[in-house]
C-alpha cells in the first residue's frame, strides 16, 4: 500500500501497557499504520525511545520539567516536542493523524478524547474512564461529529465483534464476563490484610498498575458495565456481569430469540487493540491459538457482590446516573492511588467510594462543566477521608 494510504495513528499513553501494545501492532503491520503522535505523563526514557523508532510528527511529555530532556534527545530530528496537560489537548487538536488511540489511564484522558472527537477523528477507546465520567457527552458528540468510537476494552471488543451483522436486531442482553481476579472466591477476613504487591499480581492480564487495582477489587468490572451501557445504549437491566476465570469467552450478546454469540481468544490484549486499528478488517497474525483440548473447561459463576462490594456500587451508579459514575470514578482513582502508595488498606478503597457517592450532591443531568466540578469535589473529599 502506498504511503500516504496509510492510516496515521495518534497514540495518547504510548508508553503504558495498551500504549507499547499498540506500537508492536503497529509494527509488526507497517504496511498499514504509521505513528503521528505520541504522548507520555513521565516516562521521558521511553518516550524518547519510541519517537526514534517510529518517527511520529509530535510527542507530548505531560511532565513539564522533563520537556529539556525530551527536546534534547530529540534534537537532530525534525518531530515537534511539546509539554504539559494543556499540549495534550492542542496535539488531539492537530489535522495531520486519522484516529486516536486513546491509552491514557483515567480521568485525565477525557480532555484529549473529547477535542479528537470534536475534530472529526475517529476513536479506539481504551480509556474506559472518559465514558464512565460523561459517557452522555462523549457518545453525543461522536454521533454529531459521526465519529466512530471503537472499544479497545477485550469485553466491549467482544461485544462490538458479537453485533456486526445484527444492526437491526435488538440486544436482550449483554454478558460482561470477569476473570474474578487474584482474590476470586477469598472473603473479607483475607482481603482486609491484602498488600499491593499481591494484588497487583493478575492471574491471567498484564496491564498497568491502576487498572491491575481495579480489576482486583472488582471495579474494574464495574466501570465497564458504564462502559458498556453508552457504547451500546443499554439499560442497565440489560447488562449482567459473569465470572469466568479461564477468560478466554471475553463476553458475549444474548438475541430476542435467546440466541447467544460469545467472542473467544487467548487473553491477549494485542487482538482488540489490533481489531480497533484495523476495523472493520482482521489482522493475520502469528499470536497462539486457543487450542480447546488444553483448555478443556470453561467455569462460570456469580460474582460475590457481598465481598466485591465495588461492584455493587457501580450498580448504584449505574442505575442512579447523573454525576453519580463521575463521583464514583474521582473516589475511586484517588483511592487506588492510596492503596499504590501504602496509605491505606484493600477494603478501604470501597470504603472511600461509598462515602464520596453518599457525600457529593447529585446533579441529575450534568453539563461538562459540572462533571469537572463533580470530579474535583470527589477528589477533594476523598482526600479529606485518606487523609492526604
Ligand atoms: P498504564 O498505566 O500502563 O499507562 C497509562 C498511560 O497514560 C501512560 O502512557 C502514561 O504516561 C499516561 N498517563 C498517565 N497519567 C497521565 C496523565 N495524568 N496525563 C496524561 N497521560 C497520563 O495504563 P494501561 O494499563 O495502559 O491502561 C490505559 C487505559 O486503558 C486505562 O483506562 C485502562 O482502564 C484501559 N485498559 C487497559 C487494559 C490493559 O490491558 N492494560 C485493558 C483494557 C482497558
Ligand atoms: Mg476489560
Known sequence: MAEENKKRIAIFGSTGSIGTQALQVIEANAELFEVEILTAQNNDVLLIEQALKFRPNAVVIGDETKYEAVKAALGSTDIKVFAGENALVEAADFDTYDMMLAAIVGFAGLKPTLKAIDKGKAIALANKETLVVAGDIVMQRALENKVPIIPVDSEHSAIFQCLIG??????????????????LGKKPNYLVNVKKHHALQHPNWKMGPKITIDSATLMNKGLEMIEAKWLFNLHPDQIQVLIHPQSIIHSMVQFEDGSIKAQMGLPDMKLPIQYALAFP?????????????????LGFEEPDTKTFRNLTLAAQALAKGGNLPCVLNAANEMAVWAFLHNRIGFLDMTAVVEQTMDHITYIEKPNLEEYFESDGEARNFAASLIKI
Open 166 to 183: 445484527e444492526l437491526r436486531n435488538p440486544i436482550e442482553k449483554v454478558i460482561l464476563t470477569a476473570s474474578g481476579g487474584p482474590f
Open 281 to 297: 478488517h482482521r489482522l493475520a497474525n502469528e499470536s497462539p491459538r486457543v487450542d480447546f483440548k488444553r483448555v478443556n473447561v
